[in-house]
């Protein structure tokens, strides 16, 4: 394509110039760099895509780097939205000092959220009432009402579920899945809790039941759904959200029985008092230096959004 023949294209080994890699921050591999005459970061990105996926980023590489070329502001952040459920969020919680949020839960009356190494408490207005540490930093979190719960990324490798205390951000059991002892995987995404068993979603969409006194998983459901990253339950069916939607699941059949479009990224949520409460997948970028930074959103949020089972 004539796109392709505007570049000089540079292919490079890492493993015969372990150099290239660590100057430029590139952990993800294949990726692809568009580079200013001094090195400088114009645009990148990472991951096997198809033909259509690959020509939209592809593009507005060149794009920047006409506006680069013309001296003009070439990497402004895309527009973030305020909410990532259009005209159904009637709150939105300010998490100042939280970067990193993994997993949220209601419990006994206090919205508990994951962050990294830390456990937040807020009460009922939003106001912030703790922060303790939390061990081996677990992908998401769940209640019972009696318990809380967080699952770690490797439970799909033998990782345990944790029974925390939430005073103290302490574990004070472990529920080992011994199936999964033998598996390599890391790919745990969600947690939830409903009829006395645990609910465990995968990156892949498959939702595993678990017995939380055993730890063994009783049935798997199957969904079509694909790089999902968020599981809740309306007390009717699982939420399941992830980069573009959030879908009603039948949890006898796995099919998909609602869809809502999101205008951002899901990346944790819990189900109280008839709202999902949720928080957006950080957008992670790279200054023109190649050092990692935060894109968007610009603040830690939870937003409220109205939803009927």
């Given at each position: 394509?004539?796109?392709?023949?505007?570049?000089?294209?540079?292919?490079?080994?890492?493993?015969?110039?372990?150099?290239?890699?660590?100057?430029?921050?590139?952990?993800?591999?294949?990726?692809?760099?568009?580079?200013?005459?001094?090195?400088?970061?114009?645009?990148?990105?990472?991951?096997?895509?198809?033909?259509?996926?690959?020509?939209?980023?592809?593009?507005?590489?060149?794009?920047?780097?006409?506006?680069?070329?013309?001296?003009?502001?070439?990497?402004?952040?895309?527009?973030?939205?305020?909410?990532?459920?259009?005209?159904?969020?009637?709150?939105?919680?300010?998490?100042?000092?939280?970067?990193?949020?993994?997993?949220?839960?209601?419990?006994?009356?206090?919205?508990?959220?994951?962050?990294?190494g830390e456990l937040i408490a807020l009460d009922g207005t939003g106001r912030e009432v703790r922060r303790v540490p939390l061990p081996d930093r677990p992908n998401a979190l769940a209640s019972d009402g009696e318990r809380l719960y967080g699952l770690h990324y490797g439970w799909t490798a033998g990782r345990p579920i944790y029974e925390l205390d939430p005073a103290t951000g302490a574990a004070v059991r472990q529920i080992v899945t011994r199936a999964n002892a033998d598996?390599?995987?890391?790919?745990?995404?969600?947690?939830?809790?409903?009829?006395?068993?645990?609910?465990?979603?995968?990156v892949s969409g498959a939702i595993h039941v678990v017995d939380p006194a055993s730890g063994v998983v009783e049935r798997t459901v199957t969904t079509r759904l694909r790089y999902v990253s968020a599981l809740a339950f309306d007390g009717r069916s699982y939420v399941v959200g992830g980069r573009d939607s959030l879908n009603r699941v039948?949890?006898?059949?796995?099919?998909?029985?609602?869809?809502?479009?999101?205008?951002?990224?899901?990346?944790?949520?819990?189900?109280?008092?008839?709202?999902?409460?949720?928080?957006?997948?950080?957008?992670?970028?790279?200054?023109r230096n190649h050092r990692p930074k935060r894109i968007a959103p610009d603040s830690t949020r939870i937003h409220v959004v109205e939803w009927q089972p």
């Open positions: 394509m004539a796109l392709a023949r505007r570049a000089h294209w540079v292919w490079v080994d890492r493993d015969h110039t372990p150099a290239l890699p660590r100057r430029f921050s590139v952990s993800a591999y294949p990726s692809l760099l568009f580079l200013g005459t001094e090195g400088e970061n114009i645009h990148r990105f990472a991951g096997f895509l198809n033909t259509t996926s690959f020509l939209a980023p592809f593009r507005e590489g060149f794009e920047r780097y006409d506006r680069y070329r013309a001296g003009a502001a070439y990497d402004a952040p895309p527009p973030w939205p305020e909410a990532p459920v259009a005209g159904r969020t009637t709150r939105v919680l300010q998490v100042p000092g939280a970067d990193a949020l993994r997993g949220i839960a209601w419990h006994r009356g206090e919205l508990l959220l994951a962050s990294l598996k390599q995987a890391f790919s745990a995404t969600g947690l939830a809790c409903h009829g006395g068993r645990l609910h465990v979603l995968t039948d949890p006898g059949t796995g099919e998909v029985v609602g869809c809502v479009p999101l205008l951002a990224p899901v990346r944790g949520m819990t189900f109280h008092a008839g709202a999902l409460h949720l928080f957006e997948q950080v957008q992670m970028g790279f200054d």
